[in-house]
T-cell receptor
Framework: GESVGLHLPTLSVQEGDNSIINCAYS??????FIWYKQESGKGPQFIID?????DKRQGQRVTVLLNKTVKHLSLQIAATQPGDSAVYFC????????????FGGGTRVLVKP | ETGVTQTPRHLVMGMTNKKSLKCEQH?????MYWYKQSAKKPLELMFV???????ENNSVPSRFSPECPNSSHLFLHLHTLQPEDSALYLC?????????????FGPGTRLTVL
């Protein structure tokens, strides 16, 4: 039979606009939450992380928001650029489990010029 | 460049072949990881090595056999694979695994099993 690929939600964004990527996580015991970016032909690349006792952290053009009440994580990219086109993954880390990462399914971001 | 290299980048093998994937990290890290990224599932952890000792085998079939001869090198030996094993195999490393440490990923080996 025909194999079915993992369906990735896709976010199409106009260049210069802001992007918001969402992630629902499952484990309330997670210590850190991390966003990774994966471009075609490359491995995942660390973008930003947030510790579980924080609700917001800012980096260069990126902001991560954590809402533990509803187990929701988001990544905001300001002034999206063509180089931001990639698949973005959220991951959970439990330190007591040996720095193990559990990844979400990913969101594809397409930046339109 | 992340400091983690993987070879080969692409591999096509038959179900009766034996092949090996190689990973090398140039970061002085003590922990190394194998992940599988397939079209049907999110990225999933396969094996973890800390100071050359295997510390986790995430219910991976025995047709996948890891080897870590030193802290800089990690291999994944493959034999009698199935077509459903076709995937991108990613290696990662981190400074340690007893505290939160960023994991650095290699570019992966795209494996196709015929």
């Amino acid at each position: 039979g025909e194999s079915v690929g993992l369906h990735l939600p896709t976010l199409s964004v106009q260049e210069g606009d802001n992007s918001i990527i969402n992630c629902a996580y499952s484990n309330s015991a997670s210590d850190y939450f991390i966003w990774y970016k994966q471009e075609s032909g490359k491995g995942p690349q660390f973008i930003i992380d947030i510790r579980s006792n924080m609700d917001k952290r800012q980096g260069q053009r990126v902001t991560v928001l954590l809402n533990k009440t509803v187990k929701h994580l988001s990544l905001q990219i300001a002034a999206t650029q063509p180089g931001d086109s990639a698949v973005y993954f959220c991951a959970e880390n439990i330190v007591a489990a040996g720095n193990k990462l559990t990844f979400g399914g990913g969101t594809r971001v397409l930046v339109k010029p | 460049e992340t400091g983690v290299t993987q070879t080969p980048r692409h591999l096509v093998m038959g179900m009766t072949n034996k092949k090996s994937l190689k990973c090398e990290q140039h970061l002085g890290h003590n922990a190394m990881y194998w992940y599988k990224q397939s079209a049907k599932k999110p990225l999933e952890l396969m094996f973890v090595y800390s100071l050359e000792e295997r510390v986790e085998n995430n219910s991976v079939p025995s047709r996948f056999s890891p080897e870590c001869p030193n802290s800089s090198h990690l291999f994944l030996h493959l034999h009698t694979l199935q077509p459903e094993d076709s995937a991108l195999y990613l290696c990662a490393s981190s400074q340690a695994r007893d505290s939160y440490n960023e994991q650095f990923f290699g570019p992966g080996t795209r494996l196709t099993v015929l």
